[in-house]
């Protein structure tokens, strides 16, 4: 099977005299396939998104993401990287206010230069999907917060990202919303999206990603396909 | 600290001020350079405004100044004149007699009044020894310093008269009395020597009174010391109004303009604090709130972040006192210079007025918003940051969205409206900066002009004189609006020691037309000439030839083009009522010519009435100066050199012409313009620098997550930069046309204050693309301002700016 993401002993330091907050790792996920991230707080589940989403770089060990070594990358071509390769959507969705919902999701289309004409049909195709064209020309601050994840997913996806990242999207969603989000998560994968989900809710990881790992102190606890290939 | 305490408090303040180190250093800065450019900009006001004043009242200066017959009043009577009613304090009697010395090179100098003093100090008068010491025996001398120069100077002698047994001074010092009770000073024994020669001696008399700040008081004065002496003992009175009167001309011409960068700087300082400290206290809310969730009462709140802002300000507010004094010292010494008046300091009251001022509006500037931090309900305050924000801008967003613009940079278009106060301080900042650069351009320019324009020797390429040009002594400055009398040589029916030899003008003018490479001349001479309507003489240049080259600026009418005409400057006009068209009556030596006026000159020598006609007027006119134009391609130099080998024999000379300096007030002012220009550009500058620190630093989030969805650093730096365009653009759109309306406003009141219009060379002096430059200026001013912070967005770690809310 073809690997999206490839981590070979790729391990981050915050403190050169502690221990590492990740790793070394070694991991791969294959294209397709969605991965759930689980592990208590302070078990490397955010510093493993940001190394593999190229907002952080590792102390050492390597980092492949579609085939470029990404922690060898400038930050401009991590930022054309991320904006071509990679959507991302957080748990707080990090939308910008300012910006109607329509706006917010033609952005990263945007960055890419791609035109005002193409980027609108895309965010419009987006909205239909995920069921938010009636919000199209209202400002995040009047959605609930399942609407504004959806938008902050449809966001991640303009650019027919490779890979999503998804850092607790449930997190700040009420149990209606959170199962909204989730059914949108399987729907994704279901239609061959590459997901890595990193999230607290059991339930979530289970019911979205393809294989789990639990990480402990930086160091993968549990691995679901391993187990299974064992 | 110790008001904040060493407790809970103390410890917020002193952590809010080291953690935002920027913020702080900002604060610091901007204060400092807003104080600082106020102390300079008050001291300078408050110079120029009177410096004849603070210098009169530092020498307790004398109110009266009285001539005494010696023969019909004695030194006891005239001490019991201290005694009458209304006097405050008396100093003399002290022998004083008049002379005119010979300098070095064998000139008379002006006739001098001098009196004995065995020294400086006294109740009255205590003069100021700018340099060298008081004379301790007869043959020294001290003079004032307006004398001071290359051929007068310390250890330099004069001949007491041109007689050749008259006895030699050495001069030991130079003196600043403001109100100029003498032009020399010697030992009373010296003046004695002086009188036993044939001079009258009288005795001067120094006095201050209570009440003498009209001429109607002085008048009564007077009257009280004309009466308590015999008949005739009071030979005259020398009021300090006059001294007055004549110092405060001289200043005039600085006040419109140093008030101009005065209330500049001022408006600046207040816009910019208040604009950093209610920013820096309006992006720490959700710190407020998280003290007030643990505990801190609405009051604490206020005072510490009223502490935050004060404590750099302070810290700035000292820093700029200090810098403010060290800048406005050479100033003021300039200025001193300028004006011939006692040394200058910064006023007292500048220096605690100042940073009180500053104090109470970076006090009230942080007290707003921390009562609105203190009035802040905590939930409300913790969810600053968290809780999405609605409303301000989010139209432009949308309009400006639509642009055909790359997307960062209409984001970073619309960024202003989100925060309008803000933006308006930045626009202001920016405006002022403009302002500022666009008056002192036009300033500067309209200076240089003056100085061209005065300098109407020159202009001619070489100079031709008809006496050995190192014999020529400096004329020594005036005394305050008044006129330097011309350097006479000695020899005018005084038997000279050293008497020059002075070429026949009609040889010079031979000899210039016979030399080849002459291009057109002019001949000149500087005199004294009688008018009638007006008491005194009055300056004349009398010209021969074609010297519509060296001809002044004429505000009407034109230059003379022959005999019968005369070119006169404004206060002419003024003070004799009469107009273009009229006729006046010259009297020259002993010949008279009605002249009819047929020009206005543009003149700014003060008080100076300077006239110009053609010497074909009067017979016995005869140039002393010839201007000479070389013809293309021929070296002024090696012109002036082979002629000067020609002259220097009959005893005439000539020299190239130096390229026109700027005289010393207006390099003054050109200092003082281009000083004041800088530090109210870098407060422009820190503001703008201020406030988009700010605002990135509120923003750091967002370009967080811009740049977690693919924006590159390039991209980042084009939305923070692209957030001051307009601002640049609209501030500088607002600041030239606004500087260039304070210069047209400015330098007619400059002119009024000695005594001229402005023409339009003076008036007009921005072309096109130089307004366009300076509009453009706004913009560069805002981009500098955003550069850095525009700089941190783009290398901040996307990591660590989605962590931050």
């Known amino acids: 099977m073809h690997q999206l993401i490839e981590l070979e002993g790729a391990a981050k330091r915050y403190d050169s ?27 490397g589940k955010s510093t493993l998104l940001n190394l593999v989403a190229g907002l952080d770089k590792p102390t050492d060990g390597a980092v492949v993401v579609a085939g470029r070594r990404i922690d060898q990358l400038s930050e401009h071509a991590l930022a054309r990287f991320r904006r071509e390769h990679i959507g991302m959507a957080f748990q707080f969705f990090n939308l910008l206010d300012d910006l109607t919902v329509t706006d917010n999701i033609q952005l990263p289309a945007q960055l890419t230069g791609t035109s005002r004409r193409k980027a609108a049909a895309r965010a419009g195709e987006l909205m239909e999907m995920l069921g938010i064209q009636k919000h199209a020309r209202a400002y995040p601050g009047r959605l609930s917060g399942g609407e504004r994840q959806r938008v902050a997913v449809a966001r991640a996806l303009i650019n ?25 998560l399987m729907d994704l994968h279901r239609a061959g999206q590459t997901i890595v989900l990193v999230t607290h809710d059991l339930a979530l990881a289970e019911a979205c990603a393809s294989r789990t790992i639990h990480l402990v102190d930086g160091q993968v606890a549990l691995d679901s396909y391993a187990q299974a290939v064992r | 600290m110790s008001l904040f305490g060493t407790g809970a408090l103390g410890r917020v303040v002193r952590s809010g001020v080291g953690r935002r180190r920027v913020q702080t250093v900002v604060i610091a800065v901007a204060t400092l350079v807003a104080v600082a450019s106020a102390v300079v900009a008050g001291s300078l006001m408050v110079a120029a405004a009177a410096p004849f004043d603070r210098a009169f009242g530092k020498q307790r200066g004398a109110h009266i ?153 002085i008048l009564a004065d007077r009257k009280k010391l004309a009466a308590s002496v015999g008949s005739g003992a009071l030979l005259g009175t020398r009021s300090w109004l006059d001294t007055k009167r004549a110092a405060d001309q001289g200043a005039a011409a600085t006040v419109p303009f140093v008030t101009a960068f005065g209330a500049l700087g001022i408006v600046m300082s207040v816009i910019i604090v208040s604009s950093v400290i209610s920013g820096a206290v309006g992006t720490s809310l959700r710190r407020i709130g998280i003290l007030k969730a643990i505990g801190f009462t609405p009051r604490e709140v206020v005072r510490a972040y ?54 109470v509006v970076v006090g009230l500037a942080a007290l707003i918003p921390a009562l609105r931090a203190g009035r802040l309900r905590t ?59 666009t008056f002192a351009v036009g300033l500067t320019s309209s200076l240089s002009e003056v100085g061209a324009s005065q300098d109407t020797d020159g202009r001619a390429a070489v100079t031709v004189t008809t006496t050995k040009l190192n014999n020529v002594a400096p004329p020594p400055p005036p005394p305050v609006g008044g006129s330097a009398a011309s350097p006479t040589p000695a020899g005018d029916g005084v038997a000279s020691t050293s008497k020059p030899k002075v070429a026949a003008p009609a040889k010079v003018r031979s000899a210039i037309t016979s030399q080849a490479g002459t291009g057109s001349y002019y001949g ?103 201007l000479v134009g070389v013809m293309p391609g021929v070296s002024a130099d090696e012109y002036a050199q082979k002629l000067a080998a020609v002259l220097q024999p009959l005893g005439g000379d000539a020299a190239t012409n130096a390229p026109s300096e700027q005289k010393g007030v207006i390099l003054i002012m050109d200092a003082m313009a281009v000083l004041l220009t800088l530090m109210l550009v870098s407060v422009a500058g820190l503001g703008v620098l201020n406030s988009v620190i700010l605002d990135t630093r509120e923003r750091v989030h967002d370009l967080g997550v811009c740049k977690a969805i693919g924006m590159s650093p390039r991209q980042t730096m084009s939305l923070v930069l692209a957030s001051v365009t307009a601002i640049g653009v609209v501030g500088g759109l607002i600041g030239v046309p606004a500087g260039y309306a304070l210069h047209h406003v400015v330098m007619p009141v400059m002119g009024r204050a000695v005594g001229t219009r402005m023409p339009s060379s003076v008036l007009d002096v921005y072309g096109p693309g130089e307004l366009l430059l300076l509009g453009l200026g706004g913009f560069v001013l805002a981009m500098s301002g955003a550069l850095v912070p525009a700089g941190w967005a783009a290398k901040a770690r996307t990591a660590t700016a989605l962590r931050t809310e």
């Open chain 1, 17 to 43: 005299a502690s221990a590492p907050a990740l790793g070394p790792l070694t991991l791969s996920v294959a294209k397709g396939e969605a991965l759930a991230v689980t592990g208590p707080s302070g078990s």
């Open chain 1, 160 to 184: 027919r990202p490779a890979l999503l990242l998804a850092d607790e999207p449930t997190g700040a969603l009420d149990t209606a919303s959170g199962h909204d989000v989730r059914n949108l």
């Open chain 2, 65 to 217: 100044t009285a001539q005494f017959d010696p023969v019909k009043v004695s030194a006891a009577q005239l001490a019991e004149t201290g005694k009458l009613a209304g006097v405050t304090a008396i100093a003399g009697p002290y022998p004083s007699t008049a002379f005119r010395p010979v300098d070095q090179a064998g000139f008379r100098m002006p006739t001098l009044t001098l009196v004995g003093r065995s020294g400086p100090d006294g109740d009255v008068d205590r003069v100021d020894l700018k340099s060298g010491r008081w004379p301790q025996k007869p043959g020294e001398i001290v003079l004032a310093a307006s004398f001071e120069g290359p051929a007068i100077e310390i250890g330099s002698t004069l001949k007491a008269s041109g007689a050749a047994n008259a006895q030699t001074l050495s001069i030991v010092g130079f003196v600043v009395s403001a109100g100029k009770t003498a032009d020399a000073w010697a030992t009373p024994a010296q003046v004695e020597v002086l009188g036993s020669e044939g001079r009258p001696v009288t005795s001067q008399m120094l006095y201050r009174f209570e009440s003498a700040s009209t001429k109607e008081q």
């Open chain 2, 306 to 359: 009223v502490a935050q802002a004060l404590i750099p300000a302070g810290a700035g507010i000292a820093a700029g006192v200090v810098l403010g004094n060290l800048l406005a010292a050479p100033l003021l010494g300039d200025t001193q210079e300028m004006y011939g008046t006692a040394s200058l300091s910064t006023a007292w009251w500048v220096d605690v007025a100042v940073p009180a001022t500053t104090l």
């Open chain 2, 379 to 437: 939930v409300e305050a913790i969810a600053v940051g968290r809780s999405p924000r609605t409303g301000r801008g989010q139209w432009a967003h949308r309009a400006i969205g639509r642009l055909p613009l790359p997307r960062p940079v209409t984001y970073g278009l619309a960024t202003p409206f989100t925060h309008p106060v803000r933006t308006l301080a930045m626009l202001l900042a920016v405006a002022f900066g403009t302002v500022a650069t």
């Open chain 2, 524 to 626: 000149k001479a500087q005199s004294e000439v009688a008018v009638a309507g007006i008491s005194g003489s009055v300056q004349a240049g009398l010209y021969e030839g074609d010297s519509r080259s060296g001809s002044y600026e004429m505000l009407s009418g034109h230059w003379i083009t022959g005999k019968g005409q005369v070119v006169v400057p404004t206060r002419f006009l003024e003070r004799t009522s009469t107009e273009i068209g009229d006729t006046v009556r010259v009297t020259y030596e002993k010949e008279t010519a009605n002249l009819r006026i047929v020009g206005e000159s543009f003149d700014t020598s003060g008080n100076e009435l300077e006239i110009h006609a053609d010497m074909a007027n009067f017979r016995s006119a005869e140039p002393s100066t010839f």
